[in-house]
Every structure is written in structure tokens, then in C-alpha cells.
């Protein structure tokens, strides 16, 4: 009984999450129902004891396979398990007040964030095709309910209707691209996989991949499949755009890498291939599209597109180099979206949802703790230093150098500067314009602004000391 | 005390101006105040550089060192040689008259003007004493940031256009750099500039990477055709952001092609430099000209200090030419030593000019040559330092303008009569375009009410246009000092320009 036990220990989080989840679920049921925001409560500190328990019982330090080789445990799990919980408590965090606002603060909300995030983790430790599907349909099918919450609203539901289909579809290819491989190998086991397609693959192989690729793409956000991102992170209620909009991102990326760089290794001259069009495309079509945005949440929905092309060029390199700079792209990434979707929330209030460009007018002079945490991330986005976003992408050209990728330096280093030009001209709202008069106040909820004035804090300091993350960012890619 | 000396140069203006910030707008006062003791006391601080400065050695000198960043390689490194400590007393002198000059002038959140320079000056004795090239790139890029925001938030009626603009340009040149420093360092392992200085590169790698250098260098310089954001930038950024501007953000272009593009890539420059020569040229010339046909003075200027800036590049590039013709090394030290004194001067000059144009706006609220008239009658003492600036600008023996200008066109004439021919063409157009500003604003009848109701200098203002006035006559009456402290990192930078990296 007692090895049964301590074999299983990596897989703590994931136990604690699903018990969790029930627990949360009845809390609403009994006690939430009649005092609202109770249950918010409850999750954080269900969040806080779970990165104490990940940290306890996860921290393997090497290499494990748990339950007959289904699930991996390894130091890579680990920290991205802990970002999840950080990232998942900060971006509640964030959303409380427009949730109460909007008169949709329900404990439900909180338990498909919980259930979201046990899908991430399933994805972060699987290891093999079967256990990276349940991670990935039980991610989306929580994101799905997510952004349909608010279910008064039509246009929410409309972008959760776009969002599921177009999302089953995904599924659909992924199974497929995944059934294809099996017939191949064989194996449903990534790491059987990986022996068995040591060399680049036959044409069954490749078809198998295109479909991988199609749905890894479409999860993304990477162009052509990004159709739904931008209506979906517009449609959502505000909160669950922060949500859909930077977690998961975590989960994606393992799946890439678990699938693409460690499953399918063996075949990384064809896939490299493949994902080089999504990224340049991606990178063009994201940064083009942006400046014609009017509204913030869907410049940022087409930014995210640009941001996605640089974390695929990181795959397109296909060493451990580029695998690296994915990997600090998105932990980069996912800390400076939840800043910038955070000031948005913040600076909403009941009724007025302050997701156009123009709400931004003045915003120095109405809040300016919020413009100086919005000025950090623009600048952090675009890639100025002393912001961490610079070293982001400097980390993924040298990705790039290391692997004789010219054009591909070039195309991305163009379009960061056409991004530049649309965060600037948020700093020109907030700055030089003077706000107009019928602007409601922001608001002033003391413990949200203070984390969200951490998060703008942790951007310059991870840009002038960059060192440490990057050391860690090395050490999880084998 | 010695090894922190530059780390100090940095870090205090930075912290000084992270302070002034937090006094805000309530503690008006006590911000002014901090801002200008923290503005001298990095000048006072800047003096043992130039007291201990050991003028025999070409190495980097107050060297700091500590890991930044282990995984890249990368070090906290600073270090000051002889083309870079003249820059770093240049900021340094700079900032202080800025200050001043906005006392009481800037109204509107005054203190973060304040803060802005204070920060940029910090940046940008970062940039000039960084001897690793990530560190360069950081401080490089950071500087943008106060910069966007003084012209965005000070700025005139086109300020969102000026500064958009200028961000986006110098942005766009930069980034190619940061490309080609990144290739330098998968191939040397390490961001020390030296590094990349001793890296063996093919004709071809050389060829890229000087056009990404020049990409940024140019831009910044700025050298035609690329100049056009500096007018616009001039014309609606604040006195204080335009005297910067010209004094040492310009300044950053010729030093990045003294630090990186003539050590890097020297046989890319010994093929290329004809071009950089002939731009250079055009600028001196046609920039000349239509420096002349300027209706407004910042923007008169704004078109001279691209072509002064343009005997900078000259100078340096003319080695090649001169090398080329005569074979000899020892007469090329003269076209840099040339560009450098040139950048020096012409930071004073052009600071001081575009003081004295914000003393007049100041009054006026206008910057139209056409509005002014007379002014000598009601404004003398401030008539006679703009006369005096002018003809420094002219390049007046006895006034630094004179050295700089002088030195390139001579060591042209090595290289060529035909460029120093054209070079000196400057010598007509600068007097044409700087004399006619004066005369058009300071002599002849009082030219309206307003100008009839013009106060003279106050002590404030008198004291900064004073100031580098001294400085101005200083540099051009005795600049052996200068030359000296230039003259041992001139003959490694000529040494290493000469000698080829190609690997056999």
C-alpha cells in the first residue's frame, strides 16, 4: 500500500485538483448559493494549497512514468503545473469584481476554471496519445462553457457557439492525425513512438502529421486557423478573455512539445516544415491586423496571433535551443497578457465595459496606476527594453541564428515593428490625449491593484535580471 | 570607488530621477531641486574620469565587470576609453543646462519632465561606457522610451505624429542591429564587444552585418536619406528634448560606427565606404541647402545638424580613402580624430542654439523666422550668445565648430581634393544659413509689438548659455586636451580598421 502510495505522489496535484473540484462544487451547491463570492474565496485558497502540495509531493528531479508509462512526471510538469496555479489564482483574482459587476459571480464559474486547469495539467504530464487527448477535450470543453457564462448575453453566445464547433473540428483532426500515427507505430506511447519513427517519416507518417499540425495550430490561434480567436476574445465577458486568453496557452505549448518535439521527434524535419508557414503567417497576419483594430480586446486577440508566431518559430528552429525559447515566450507571454487583460477589467465597471480603444483616452489622468501598468506592457509587448518581452524575443531569433534561419529572422524582426506602432498608439491614448468627460472612474479594489501592479513590477524586474528565469527555462527542456 | 565610478554616472541619475518621480507634482519644489543637484552632482562625479584618465593606453579604463546574464554570456561590463569618455562628460554637461532651462518654463507635470531626463541621462551614459554589446543594446533601446514620452507629452501640435515617427524609425534600424549582434554571438559565444571586435568574418558575413549597423547608425546619425524623422521630431519636441536630441542622441549614431562597425566589419567598410562617403557628402551639401530655405528655426537647426553630423561620418570613413591613396596610416588618425571633436562640439553648439531658440519661444510662442525682427534692440545680451553660436555654428575659428570641421576637411584633402572640395562647400552654406537666421531674427527694426516687449535674459538663462559658451570657445581655443585624451583609442580604432578579419 504504502509504494502503491509514493509511486503515485507525482500525480498529487492532479488527485487533489479532480477532489478539489468536487469539493468546490458542493461548497456552491450548500453554502456559495446564499453568500455569493464565497466560493471565490474557497478557490484561491484551493489554488494556494495546491501549488503547496505540487511543490511537496511534484518536485520530482528527473524523469518518472507513472501508471503503466500514461503519465510523466519531470521537472518541465512540475514548474508548469506551478505557473498554472499562479496564473490561474491571479487571473481570478483579477476578474472578481467584473464578475460581480455583471451578476454572474456563480461558484460554476470557478469550478470550470478548476476543471480547465486539471485538463492543462493531464496535457502537461501525458505521455501518450489517449492522455493527451483527455487533457486537451477536457481544457476545451471547460473553455467552452467558459466563455458562454454569461448566458444572457447573445454575442457571448454566439463566439462560444463559433468557438465549440470550429473546436470540435480541431478535435476531430487531432484524433485523427493521432489514429494515423497509431496505425503507423503501432503505440499509443510517446516515447514508443518517438523509437519507432527515429527516422523521417513515410507518407502515412507525414498525412498522420498534417492533421496534428492543423489542430495544434487551430489550439494556437496560429493562422489560417486563428478565425475564431478573435471573435471569441471579443465575444467573451472580459474575464473569461483573460482566462481563455493566457492559461491555456500553458497547456498548448506542452502539447507541442510533448507531442511534436518529444513524441514525433524523429519527423522534426517535416513538421518543422509545416509549422513554418503558421508561424510567418501568423506573425504577418497577426501584427498587419492588429493596427486595424478599434477594439482592445480584439487587437490584443490579433496581437496574441503575432505573439503565437514568435512561440512557433521557437518550434520551427527544432533544437532544444528553440524549445527553450517557446517555452520563455509563453511563460513571458501569459504573465503580460494577464497584466493587460487585468487592466482591462479593471478599468471596467457595472455597465460599462471598457474594451474600445477610445475608453483608453486620457486614462494617465483618470487612473495613473493603471496607464503606468498598461504603458509597462505595451512597451513590454513590442520588445523595447529594459521589459522582460524583449528578451522573449531575443531568445527566439537567437533560436533562429543558431539554426541558419535568415528570413525567418528578418520577417519576425520587421513585424515586431509594425507591432510597436499599435502599442504605441495605446501609450498615445492613455498619455497625450486628453480624457474625455464622460468617462466613468475606474476602479479601486485595493488587493486586485496591488497584484496587478506586482505583475507590471515582475515585468521590468524579470527585463533588467533576466538571468534567472532563462537558467530555468534551460534546465526543464531536456 | 574607481570601479563603480561609471556605475555611479548611471544608476544616479536613474534612481535620482525614479525619486523625483514619486515627489510628483505636490512636491514641485523639492523635485526641481533634487533634479538639478543630482544633474550637477553627475557632472561633479564625472570630473575624476577626466582627472584620472590615463591618456598612453587605448584600453578600456574604470572597467566593471560582474555577471549579468551566465546563460548568454553576457556581463554587467563597463569601461570608458578615449573615444567614449568625451561622450560620457557630454551627457553628463548636457543634462544640467536642460534642467535649468525648464525651471520654471514647463508647467504642465513638471516633475516627470524632470524625471524623464534624469532617467535618460542615466541611459545614455549606459550606452556610451556599456563594453558589452548586450548591455549597449539595452541601454540603446531603453532610451527610446523617455524620449517617446517627452515629445508625445511636451511636445507641440504634431507631437503624436513627431514622436510615433521617431520611435518607430529608430526602432526599425535598431532591430536589425540587435539581429547582427545576436549572429556576432552564436559565433563568439560571449556579448563582450572585444569579442566580436576579434572575431574572424568572411567578406560576406561582414557585408550583412555592416548593412544592419548601418541600418541603425544611420538612422540615428542621421544620415540622408534616412533623416527626415529628426525635423519633424526637433520641431515639436520641447527645448529641453531638442537639445538632447541633437547634443547626444545623435551622437550615439557616430559612436556606434567608431565602436562597432569599423572594428567589426572592416574589410565590409574598406569595400563599402564610398557609399558611406558619398552620403555623407550629400548630406553636407543638399542638407546644406535646404537648411537655407527654413522658415522655422528649429527646424533651420534641426537641417544643420544633419549636415554637421555629416562631417562626423565623413571623417570617419575617409580613412579607407586615405589609406587607399597614400598607404599610409599615421595621416588617417586625423579624419577621426576630426569626426569625434565634431561630435563634441556640435553637441555644444547645437544644444546651445536650440536653448537660445527655446528662450525665445518661451517669450513668443513661436518659432517662425518671420515673426521675429529686431530683437538685438530689446534683447542684447541674449543677442550677442546667439551671434556667438552662430558663428561657432558657422564653424569660426576660435570656436570648437572650427577644430572638427577643419580637421576632416584636411584629412580629405589626403584623400582626395575633390571631397574636401565639396566638404568645405559647408563652410559657405552654414554661414549663409546660420547668418541669415540672425539676421533675420536679431538685427535690423523692431520688428512688432510683441518683439518691442521682449525682456532680456534672466540670470538662469544667462548662466547655461554662459556656461557653454565657455565651453565652446574653450574646446576651439586649446583642444589638445580633447585630442590628447582621443589620441591612443584613435590609433588602435585606425589599427583595427586597417587590418583585415577575414580568415584565410
Known amino acids: 500500500m504504502m509504494t502503491a502510495w509514493h509511486s503515485m505522489s507525482p500525480a498529487i496535484p492532479e488527485i487533489y485538483l479532480a477532489f478539489a473540484i468536487c469539493v468546490v462544487l458542493l461548497f456552491e451547491v450548500f453554502v456559495g448559493i446564499k453568500r455569493p463570492g464565497a466560493t471565490a474565496t474557497l478557490t484561491l485558497v484551493v489554488l494556494v494549497i495546491g501549488a503547496a502540495l505540487t511543490v511537496r509531493y511534484a518536485n520530482v528531479g528527473h524523469h518518472q512514468l507513472l501508471f503503466d508509462g500514461m503519465y510523466v512526471a519531470d521537472p518541465l510538469a512540475f514548474v508548469l503545473k506551478l505557473a498554472g496555479f499562479l496564473f490561474v489564482a491571479v487571473a481570478l483574482l483579477y476578474s472578481r469584481m467584473y464578475l460581480e459587476n455583471r451578476d454572474i459571480l456563480r461558484g460554476e464559474y470557478y469550478v470550470l476554471a478548476l476543471t480547465a486547469l486539471l485538463g492543462i495539467f493531464v496535457l502537461v504530464s501525458a505521455n501518450t496519445l489517449l492522455t493527451v487527448y483527455i487533457g486537451v477535450e477536457l481544457l476545451a470543453l471547460s473553455v467552452y462553457a467558459m466563455v458562454a457564462f454569461d448566458r444572457d448575453s447573445g454575442i457571448a453566445a454566439e463566439s462560444a457557439m463559433k468557438y465549440f464547433v470550429l473546436g470540435a473540428i480541431a478535435s476531430g483532426t487531432l484524433l485523427y492525425g493521432m489514429s494515423i500515427v497509431y496505425g503507423m507505430t503501432g503505440s499509443l506511447d510517446l516515447e514508443v513512438i518517438a523509437t519507432r519513427l527515429a527516422t523521417p517519416g513515410s507518407l502515412g507518417v507525414i498525412l498522420g502529421l498534417a492533421f496534428i499540425v492543423v489542430a495544434v495550430g487551430f489550439k494556437f490561434g496560429a493562422v489560417p486557423f486563428h478565425m475564431w480567436l478573435p471573435d471569441v476574445y471579443e465575444g467573451a465577458p472580459t474575464s473569461v478573455t483573460l482566462f481563455v486568453g493566457t492559461v491555456p496557452k500553458i497547456a498548448y505549448f506542452a502539447l507541442m512539445l510533448r507531442l511534436l518535439a518529444h513524441g514525433l521527434a524523429g519527423t522534426s524535419a517535416d513538421w518543422t516544415v509545416m509549422l513554418m508557414p503558421l508561424a510567418v503567417l501568423s506573425l504577418i497576419v497577426g501584427n498587419v491586423v492588429a493596427i486595424a483594430q478599434s477594439d482592445l480586446k480584439r487587437m490584443l486577440a490579433y496581437s496574441t496571433i503575432g505573439h503565437v508566431g514568435f512561440i512557433v518559430l521557437g518550434f520551427v528552429a527544432g533544437t532544444p535551443s528553440g524549445y527553450i525559447a517557446a517555452l520563455y515566450y509563453m511563460l513571458v507571454y501569459v504573465l503580460m497578457a494577464l497584466g493587460a487583460f487585468g487592466v482591462i477589467l479593471l478599468a471596467s465597471r457595472k455597465g460599462f465595459e471598457a474594451d474600445k480603444l477610445d475608453h483608453y483616452k486620457g486614462l494617465y489622468r483618470r487612473d495613473p496606476l493603471l496607464a503606468l501598468v498598461m504603458m509597462v506592457l505595451m512597451f513590454s509587448f513590442a520588445g523595447v527594453p529594459p521589459f522582460v518581452g524583449f528578451w522573449a524575443k531575443l531568445r527566439v531569433i537567437q533560436s533562429l541564428w543558431e539554426t541558419s534561419h535568415l528570413g525567418l529572422v528578418v520577417i519576425s524582426l520587421a513585424m515586431s515593428v509594425v507591432g510597436a506602432f499599435y502599442y504605441l498608439r495605446v501609450v498615445k491614448l492613455m498619455y497625450f490625449d486628453a480624457p474625455p468627460d464622460s468617462l466613468p472612474a475606474t476602479l479601486r479594489p485595493l488587493g486586485p491593484r496591488f497584484v496587478i501592479g506586482v505583475n507590471a513590477a515582475a515585468v521590468l524586474a524579470l527585463g533588467i535580471l533576466p538571468g534567472p528565469l532563462l537558467d530555468l527555462c534551460s534546465r526543464l527542456i531536456r | ?504
Open chain 2, 1 to 504: 570607488m574607481q570601479a563603480h565610478l561609471l556605475s555611479i554616472l548611471v544608476w544616479l541619475p536613474i534612481v535620482a530621477g525614479i525619486v523625483v518621480l514619486l515627489l510628483g507634482e505636490s512636491r514641485l519644489a523639492a523635485a526641481r531641486w533634487l533634479a538639478l543637484l543630482a544633474s550637477i552632482a553627475t557632472v561633479i562625479i564625472s570630473l575624476p574620469l577626466l582627472a584620472d584618465f590615463d591618456t598612453q593606453t587605448a584600453a578600456y579604463q574604470f572597467v566593471q565587470k560582474t555577471a549579468w546574464i551566465p546563460r548568454f554570456d553576457a556581463f554587467y561590463a563597463l569601461g570608458v576609453d578615449g573615444i567614449s569618455l568625451p561622450l560620457v562628460v557630454l551627457t553628463a554637461v548636457m543634462t544640467v543646462p536642460v534642467i535649468i532651462a525648464a525651471w520654471t518654463v514647463v508647467k504642465a507635470r513638471a516633475a516627470q519632465y524632470f524625471a524623464a531626463f534624469l532617467i535618460m541621462e542615466g541611459l545614455m551614459i549606459g550606452v556610451f561606457s556599456a563594453t558589452d554589446a548586450l548591455l549597449f543594446y539595452f541601454f540603446w533601446e531603453a532610451m527610446l522610451i523617455p524620449m517617446f514620452l517627452i515629445i508625445g507629452i511636451w511636445g507641440g501640435p504634431r507631437r503624436v505624429y513627431a514622436t510615433l515617427k521617431f520611435f518607430l524609425y529608430t526602432f526599425l534600424g535598431s532591430v536589425f542591429m540587435l539581429a547582427a549582434l545576436i549572429y556576432l554571438y552564436v559565433k563568439a559565444g560571449g556579448y563582450s564587444i572585444a569579442s566580436f571586435q576579434a572575431l574572424p568574418l568572411t567578406l560576406v558575413e561582414q557585408r550583412c552585418i555592416f548593412a544592419a549597423f548601418m541600418l541603425a547608425f544611420a538612422v540615428k546619425v542621421p544620415m540622408w536619406p534616412v533623416h527626415t524623422w529628426l525635423p519633424d521630431a526637433h520641431v515639436e519636441a520641447p527645448t529641453g528634448g531638442s537639445v538632447i536630441l541633437a547634443a547626444i542622441m545623435l551622437k550615439m549614431g557616430g559612436y556606434g560606427f567608431l565602436r562597432f562597425s569599423l572594428p567589426i566589419t572592416p574589410d565590409a567598410c574598406r569595400e563599402l565606404y564610398p557609399l558611406v562617403v558619398t552620403l555623407s557628402l550629400i548630406a553636407i551639401i543638399y542638407i546644406g541647402f535646404v537648411a537655407i530655405v527654413q522658415a522655422d528655426m528649429k527646424k533651420l537647426i534641426a537641417y544643420s545638424s544633419i549636415a554637421h553630423m555629416g562631417f562626423v561620418t565623413l571623417g570617419a570613413f575617409v580613412v579607407f580613402e586615405i589609406v587607399r591613396t597614400t598607404g599610409q596610416v599615421q595621416g588617417a588618425a586625423m579624419g577621426m580624430d576630426g569626426a569625434m571633436v565634431q561630435m563634441i562640439s556640435h553637441g555644444l553648439i547645437s544644444g546651445a542654439l536650440f536653448l537660445c531658440v527655446g528662450v525665445l519661444y518661451d517669450r513668443m510662442h513661436t518659432r517662425e523666422i518671420s515673426a521675429y525682427g529686431g530683437v538685438i534692440n530689446t534683447m542684447p545680451i541674449f543677442a550677442a550668445f546667439m551671434v556667438g553660436f552662430a558663428l561657432a555654428n558657422t564653424g569660426l575659428p576660435g570656436t570648437s565648430g572650427f577644430v572638427g570641421e577643419f580637421l576632416v576637411i584636411l584629412a580629405s584633402f589626403k584623400a582626395s581634393f575633390w571631397y574636401s572640395a565639396l566638404a568645405a562647400v559647408t563652410l559657405i552654406l552654414s554661414a549663409c544659413y546660420s547668418l541669415w537666421l540672425v539676421k533675420k531674427v536679431l538685427y535690423g527694426p523692431v520688428a512688432n509689438d510683441h518683439v518691442a516687449h521682449l525682456t532680456d535674459l534672466n540670470g538662469r538663462e544667462f548662466a547655461v548659455l554662459g556656461v557653454l559658451g565657455v565651453l565652446v570657445l574653450a574646446v576651439g581655443i586649446w583642444p589638445e586636451p580633447l585630442l590628447k585624451i582621443m589620441e591612443p583609442s584613435i590609433h588602435h580604432l585606425v589599427a583595427q580598421a586597417v587590418a583585415t578579419k577575414i580568415p584565410l
